[in-house]
């Protein structure tokens, strides 16, 4: 049973525009989301996240959406830069207390096209 | 350099053989977390452990196991092994009070291992 899901495996994005990433989940106990993004042959790293009392944070280029009562969030990216190519992991965590694990989506390669 | 060192990079081994794979976290950081990255799968939560404790788990199977060090270095343990635990295998620390800040883990580079 997958928690958090990302329903698209790639996404191509022309450089300049604006890059939008997807994600799903089903547990409604998750308390925090997080997107990280991994480059091949290095591990993940943190990129933006949100509460989910929040429906909304911004860090420069990168905006997290986060739509509670769809169980949606979603990453904007603009705009798109080449150096953005990589692939995209949607987290969340909880909602067990005192564990920080969190569950992780298969990711979104996105590739910024020049 | 994320601060989080993972040994070694690389590891083929044959099926049914044991392997450890090495994490030492960051400077300070006391929770340590395992995971596993199969072809085409997300990251799964193997074994999470706190200053030397085990303090939760995921879908570890028997075959592995895992410790926290007095140093707060650990190791995976993985033993029997078969073609299937073939994979990525990431190790990620956290801040020492064992709160998830909003930045999440720290991640190492990864071990891959391949199982012939």
């Known amino acids: 049973d997958q928690q958090v899901k990302q329903n698209s495996p790639s996404l191509s994005v022309q450089e300049g525009r604006i890059s939008i990433l997807n994600c799903d989940y089903t547990?409604?106990?998750?308390?925090?989301f997080l997107w990280y993004k991994k480059y091949p042959a290095e591990g993940p790293t943190f990129l933006i996240s949100?509460?989910?009392?929040?429906d909304k944070n911004e860090d420069g280029r990168f905006t997290v959406f986060l739509n509670k009562s769809a169980k949606h969030l979603s990453l904007h990216i603009v705009p798109s830069q080449p150096g953005d190519s990589a692939v995209y992991f949607c987290a969340a965590k909880g909602p067990r207390a005192g564990s920080y694990q969190l569950t992780f989506g298969k990711g979104t390669k996105l590739s910024v096209i020049p | 350099d994320s601060g989080v060192t993972q040994t070694p990079k690389h590891l083929i081994t044959a099926t049914g053989q044991r392997v450890t794979l090495r994490c030492s976290p960051r400077?300070?950081?006391?929770?340590v977390y395992w995971y596993q990255q199969s072809l085409d799968q997300g990251l799964q939560f193997l074994i999470q452990y706190y200053n030397g404790e085990e303090r939760a788990k995921g879908n570890i199977l028997e075959r592995f196991s895992a410790q926290q060090f007095p140093d707060l270095h650990s190791e995976l343990n993985l033993s029997s092994l078969e073609l299937g635990d073939s994979a990525l295998y990431f190790c990620?620390?956290?801040?020492?009070?064992?709160?998830?800040?909003?930045?999440?883990?720290?991640f190492g580079s990864g071990t891959r291992l391949t199982v012939v």
């Open positions: 949100i509460s989910s009392i929040k």
């Open positions: 990620a620390s956290s801040v020492a009070s064992g709160a998830l800040t909003n930045y999440g883990y720290t």
């Open positions: 400077s300070g950081d006391l929770s």
């Open positions: 547990n409604s106990m998750f308390d925090y």
